[in-house]
């Protein structure tokens, strides 16, 4: 049995969709059939919310499960199966909340390669296909040991300043640790950088101005990263109420897909099914937008 695909969803940014994208990409994939993990490794552990999950209860998280297997040397996968939560068939969960702060802390303070705790630590994870990691928005010790565990990392922005400079962000901290570790110990690939919560015509009190912004990163972007571009996220409304019931947009519809954000996340989860299940696989949970 092999291990699963990892793919971190990161920006230094925050606001930019970050958990949403992470949380749903778990749960569509889920949907699909692909045995998914979502792996919380925010301290804000709003991705365990977004789940369903209080985050506020006695949970498992990845300050409990180093300390079980690096500190104690127990089998992880027994461990690790008494760790995590399954949240909807096919979906299973690995919490985050305050104590990922502790996490981050012991990884910092092993002695050798501590870039490498988190490969060293998930190396003999099996019996998923799809790993999901939602990081914290900034360079912690964690988001270094995310990019070298991940072979795929996935970067939301918004369409403005600020969403672009934490995209580039990432990039130049991605471009110094492949100098420093070279291209055998940092494999991470980019998967496209995505574009989210976007407002495509100047209704609804949206400025021209800002319309203008949008359109000269995106054109930034296509010019510099050919072919990394993902298909917009449109905005919508009830992504902030699928959120306020803890839930996904996808479960918030009972999967009807009635929202243009639900619509979009489904067609980015059968694009990405395309490139890192090749042609994909015909599951049971196959959905049709309406």
Same mark, same amino acid.
């Given at each position: 049995?092999? &291990?699963?695909? #990892?793919?971190?969803?990161?920006n230094?940014?925050?606001?930019?969709?970050?958990?949403?994208?992470?949380?749903?990409?778990?749960?569509?994939? +889920?949907?699909?059939g @692909?045995?998914?993990?979502? =792996? %919380?490794?925010?301290?804000?552990? !709003?991705?365990?919310?977004?789940?369903?999950?209080?985050? &506020? %209860? *006695?949970?498992?998280?990845? =300050?409990?499960?180093?300390?079980?297997?690096?500190?104690?040397?127990? !089998?992880?996968?027994d461990? #690790?199966?008494?760790?995590?939560?399954?949240?909807?068939?096919?979906?299973?969960?690995?919490?985050?909340?305050?104590?990922?702060?502790?996490?981050? &802390?012991?990884?910092?303070? *092993?002695?050798?390669?501590r870039?490498?705790?988190?490969k /060293?630590l #998930?190396?003999?994870?099996?019996? @998923?296909?799809?790993?999901?990691?939602d990081?914290?928005?900034?360079s $912690? *010790?964690?988001?270094? !040991?995310?990019?070298?565990?991940?072979?795929?990392?996935?970067?939301?922005?918004?369409?403005?300043?600020?969403? @672009? %400079?934490?995209?580039?962000?990432?990039?130049? /901290?991605?471009?110094? @640790?492949?100098? =420093?570790?070279?291209?055998?110990?940092?494999?991470?690939?980019?998967?496209?950088?995505?574009?989210?919560?976007?407002?495509?015509?100047?209704?609804?009190?949206v400025?021209?101005?800002?319309?203008?912004?949008?359109?000269?990163?995106?054109?930034a972007?296509?010019?510099? #990263?050919?072919?990394?571009?993902?298909?917009?996220?449109?905005? $919508?409304?009830?992504?902030?109420?699928?959120?306020? !019931?803890?839930?996904?947009?996808?479960?918030y *519809?009972?999967?009807?897909?009635?929202?243009? +954000? +639900?619509?979009?996340?489904?067609?980015?989860?059968?694009?990405?099914?395309?490139?890192?299940?090749?042609?994909?696989?015909? /599951? &049971?949970?196959?959905?049709?937008?309406?």
């Amino acid at each position: 049995m092999s &291990n699963p695909i #990892f793919l971190s969803v990161l920006n230094f940014k925050g606001g930019v969709g970050k958990t949403t994208t992470a949380i749903t990409l778990a749960r569509g994939f +889920a949907k699909k059939g @692909y045995k998914t993990l979502l =792996l %919380d490794l925010d301290h804000q552990g !709003n991705a365990t919310s977004g789940l369903g999950i209080d985050k &506020n %209860d *006695e949970i498992f998280t990845l =300050l409990e499960l180093h300390d079980e297997v690096i500190k104690k040397k127990k !089998n992880f996968n027994d461990v #690790f199966q008494e760790m995590v939560t399954e949240v909807a068939e096919n979906l299973w969960l690995l919490g985050g909340n305050v104590k990922v702060h502790a996490a981050n &802390n012991a990884l910092a303070a *092993e002695p050798v390669a501590r870039e490498k705790q988190l490969k /060293r630590l #998930f190396s003999k994870l099996q019996g @998923y296909d799809l790993c999901v990691i939602d990081c914290h928005a900034d360079s $912690s *010790e964690i988001t270094t !040991n995310t990019m070298v565990l991940a072979d795929f990392l996935l970067i939301p922005l918004t369409l403005d300043q600020w969403g @672009y %400079d934490g995209l580039s962000d990432v990039l130049t /901290r991605l471009a110094q @640790y492949r100098e =420093l570790l070279g291209d055998d110990g940092l494999k991470i690939k980019i998967l496209g950088f995505l574009p989210t919560k976007v407002k495509l015509t100047t209704s609804g009190g949206v400025k021209k101005d800002a319309l203008l912004v949008a359109q000269g990163v995106r054109q930034a972007l296509e010019e510099q #990263f050919p072919g990394k571009l993902l298909p917009d996220i449109r905005f $919508s409304a009830d992504i902030e109420k699928a959120q306020v !019931n803890q839930q996904t947009i996808f479960d918030y *519809e009972d999967f009807n897909f009635k929202s243009n +954000a +639900a619509k979009d996340y489904w067609t980015l989860i059968e694009l990405i099914e395309k490139q890192l299940f090749q042609k994909g696989r015909e /599951r &049971n949970g196959k959905q049709k937008i309406k």
